[in-house]
């Protein structure tokens, strides 16, 4: 329906109801599974009144598929079914089922390296009734194509990053430890990044400490040492894991306060995400990072993480067919 | 589709995808428009990729028809095309568009009395970029019926409300201003009410005083005074149209800080929400508010908020049909 023809009949005849959505949208390649189905990524959708998207009251993770193996699946696991039970929903699929779920979608996408979602929205109630506890919860997952927070030149000359004034939600507010979709901050953050000329930013915890940025945790090096901010962030899968490799090569690392002034006087700089894996940053609000280069402790880090992804021990294989 | 086929099948054959979703869920009687087109409800869904869905990337507002006629639309449509700039998306439907479209939901749906919600999501972009300034906007509407927070018999005898310890997100986190769908605190509160065995929440502000409850603003009184919370909350129509109420009746009212001791020793306490109107409370915390029966100050605002309702300066008509 035409919309110029809807607004200029609305005071002589009513529009007529159609009993499809039309959708002309473009969506990547892959597969959704809801509701017991395998659907293209173009079916796969929620109800405006799905409280998952009404009050985004929903859980998730993300794991990542790389030369046909699923990446520490069991970690992305354990968090996801522990942010469930801590928003007290209940999944329909146990997680046996959901593994099988996740690697069905991958290897019906036909994607050798993945980005997969597990999704738990509150629901709906069949009454429409507004007391969550009515709410029918509800299991979605899907596969698409790997995505990388940055692109293939950031990940060659580093990230620019400034550090914005927002502050991330405090664990008062929302428990950072159940993977949630409230990103109004790190959109703000977003926008004083692109504002300030840089690609990403960095927000604050309450108490004027660097937090995240917008889907991933940061990292400073500094005399060696490596430190990450360890109050009022997601506890990232790919933030562990840096802490698993740093044991590996002897590099000591901590989760604790990282001031902003640190953060600027740092040798080296990475942030890390399930989305693109350890992603070096070379400038901070306009300067450079050390010596604006990728340092080699980074350089180390990412080498050794990719080796990983082959490692039994580190990844499973997805089973395409048989 | 059978779950338990797909799972014992998963390590033999892959599943088939599906290439239509096949929804079983029942959906409250209404019409939604989006993509220039009318729809049932059961047709008004987002792909789960939406960054609306995925980042909670949205602003809304909810606008309420009582006996054929819009409450005060143009408070809710200035607050949500300011919301909407001020989040940085636009629209490709103006102002008076979205008047028209509101209306024929309205109409098409029949409700003489309707829930009428109005959304824009930050969409995708055609290449899934995470980049928000590339992605599609979005415009969604829909008119549901009627719905209140309170029930009849909660109306009748006033709403049981604990004050929980879950802190509502700060204002340098998410602008309250903007309305959003951030809800997990607003949800966490709930659930800790229910586990009090009362049936709705108000949570804190960071400086410990009371914010507002899931979807409410709250109004203690006091010596003839009236007082609702100033930080940290959404400027809501309904507390808005007690100040205007009040202003008509000579009641001095004002927007501040609202301690717990206060709230628990006020005379009358109320609700407001578009979603029901002024609400009374009756017990909070388990202990009666004043003589724990509705006063009459909350008596006579409720019924002159309905008496409005007809008022052409504060309503304007649903036109049904020509």
Chains 1, 2 share one sequence.
Request: hydrophobic share 40%; glycine share 8%; net charge negative.
């Amino acid at each position: 329906m035409n919309m110029a023809t809807a607004t200029t009949e609305v005071f002589t005849v009513l529009p007529t109801v159609d009993d499809h959505h039309h959708d002309r949208r473009r969506y990547p390649h892959g597969v959704a599974f809801m509701d017991g189905q395998y659907l293209p990524m173009s079916e796969a959708k929620v109800s405006v009144l799905d409280w998952g998207f009404l009050h985004s009251d929903a859980t998730y993770d993300t794991v990542h598929v790389w030369n046909g193996r699923f990446f520490r699946l069991d970690l992305h696991l354990d968090r996801f079914l522990r942010g469930v039970e801590q928003l007290r929903m209940k999944l329909a699929v146990s997680r046996a089922e959901i593994e099988a779920i996740l690697n069905n979608c991958v290897a019906l996408s036909g994607h050798s390296s993945a980005y997969v979602e597990m999704i738990c929205t509150r629901g709906t109630s069949p009454t429409f009734s507004r007391d969550p506890r009515q709410a029918e919860n509800r299991f979605i997952a899907f596969a698409v194509p790997f995505a990388s927070v940055a692109n293939k030149e950031q990940l060659e000359r580093g990230l620019h990053v400034v550090v914005s004034e927002t502050v991330r939600i405090p664990p008062k507010s929302v428990d950072p430890t159940i993977k949630n979709y409230h990103w109004l901050d790190l959109v703000k953050g977003l926008f004083d990044a692109y504002d300030a000329g840089a690609e990403t930013a960095l927000i604050l915890n309450v108490e004027g400490h660097i937090a995240e940025g917008p889907g991933f945790n940061v990292f400073a090096i500094s005399g060696g040492s490596l430190k990450t901010p360890g109050f009022g962030v997601l506890p990232g899968i790919t933030r562990r894991t840096v802490f698993d490799l740093c044991a590996e090569l002897g590099l000591p690392v901590s989760a604790t306060d990282v001031g902003r002034d640190e953060l600027a006087s740092a040798e080296e700089v990475f942030i890390t995400s399930t989305a693109g894996g350890i992603m070096p940053v070379t400038r901070i609000d306009g300067n450079p990072v050390g010596a604006g280069q990728i340092g080699s402790t980074t350089r180390r880090l990412v080498e050794l993480y990719w080796q990983k992804h082959d490692d039994p021990a580190w990844s499973t294989p997805v089973h395409y067919s048989r």
